[in-house]
């Protein structure tokens, strides 16, 4: 199992690496950065966005025009714990992290994070994708207080962002950089290569919902005219 295991976790990293390279100029790659165990003792695989040319600082920097190269003010940090499905066959994504950091007077040890859109697979008291915002609001200050409860800071609030099979994705949020101009400096034909590459993973939820409801998916087929054959 630890070596199906090893095996798709870096032909994942290596498809996000080869992603990145396709749309950004960056030196940052997903690269393996330790071994865990479930509670049940399931292997699992970390991988975490590293600038390879900054002595293994994390995130890859968003060098705009406007920026001086050696200290940009925005990073892009990305993170994954990945491990096998129940059957042992193909890779699922336990945990995700994308976000956005901040080093507005350039020369902090740590930027501050923006904002993070998160997945954990396993979490209940709210949903198991969810986005964080680090930013202030009068208003949700009051809804809490005049309603008698704490109040709670933005960014401790999971806003919900879908579940488990369709959720945002590291190009969703490449994406949204580029349509809120946040950053502009793509290598040529991006938008087309993070929405391909957007398209292949709607694909292989499908596939990974298909086989979790294979009943209502073949009730759907049928529905469009196949024959569907049940196994034995």
């Given at each position: 199992?630890?070596?199906?295991?090893?095996?798709?976790?870096?032909k994942?990293?290596?498809q996000?690496?080869c992603?990145?390279?396709q749309v950004?100029?960056?030196?940052?790659?997903y690269?393996?950065?330790?071994?865990?165990?479930?509670?049940?003792?399931?292997?699992?695989r970390?991988?975490?966005?590293?600038?390879?040319?900054s002595?293994?600082?994390?995130?890859?920097?968003?060098?705009?025009?406007?920026?001086?190269?050696v200290?940009?003010?925005?990073?892009?940090?990305?993170?994954?714990?990945?491990?096998?499905?129940?059957?042992?066959?193909?890779?699922?994504?336990?945990?995700?992290?994308?976000?956005?950091?901040?080093?507005?007077?350039?020369?902090?040890?740590?930027?501050r994070?923006?904002i993070?859109?998160?997945?954990?697979r396993?979490?209940?008291m709210?949903?198991?994708?969810?986005?964080?915002l680090?930013?202030?609001?009068?208003?949700?200050?009051?809804i809490?207080?005049?309603?008698?409860?704490?109040?709670?800071?933005?960014?401790?609030?999971?806003?919900?962002?879908?579940?488990?099979?369709?959720?945002?994705?590291?190009?969703?949020?490449?994406?949204?950089?580029?349509?809120?101009?946040?950053?502009?400096?793509?290598?040529e034909?991006y938008?087309?290569i993070?929405m391909?590459?957007?398209?292949e993973?709607?694909?292989?939820?499908?596939?990974?919902?298909t086989r979790?409801?294979?009943?209502?998916?073949?009730?759907?087929?049928?529905?469009?005219?196949?024959?569907v054959?049940p196994?034995d």
């Amino acid at each position: 199992m630890d070596k199906i295991l090893q095996q798709l976790t870096d032909k994942f990293a290596d498809q996000l690496n080869c992603l990145l390279s396709q749309v950004l100029n960056s030196d940052a790659k997903y690269e393996e950065e330790s071994r865990r165990e479930t509670k049940e003792g399931r292997p699992q695989r970390a991988l975490k966005l590293m600038n390879l040319k900054s002595n293994g600082k994390e995130g890859l920097p968003l060098v705009r025009a406007c920026d001086d190269s050696v200290n940009p003010a925005l990073f892009l940090r990305s993170s994954y714990t990945v491990e096998l499905d129940r059957e042992d066959t193909y890779l699922q994504v336990a945990t995700s992290t994308v976000g956005l950091w901040i080093d507005s007077i350039r020369n902090q040890k740590n930027p501050r994070p923006l904002i993070r859109v998160e997945y954990d697979r396993e979490k209940r008291m709210y949903s198991s994708s969810h986005v964080h915002l680090h930013a202030h609001s009068s208003d949700l200050g009051w809804i809490y207080g005049s309603s008698g409860q704490k109040i709670r800071r933005l960014h401790d609030i999971h806003f919900p962002a879908g579940g488990r099979r369709f959720r945002p994705t590291i190009e969703d949020f490449l994406l949204f950089l580029d349509q809120e101009k946040i950053f502009t400096d793509w290598k040529e034909g991006y938008k087309d290569i993070l929405m391909g590459s957007r398209s292949e993973w709607e694909r292989l939820q499908a596939r990974a919902t298909t086989r979790r409801f294979p009943k209502e998916a073949a009730e759907t087929l049928e529905g469009l005219g196949y024959r569907v054959i049940p196994p034995d």
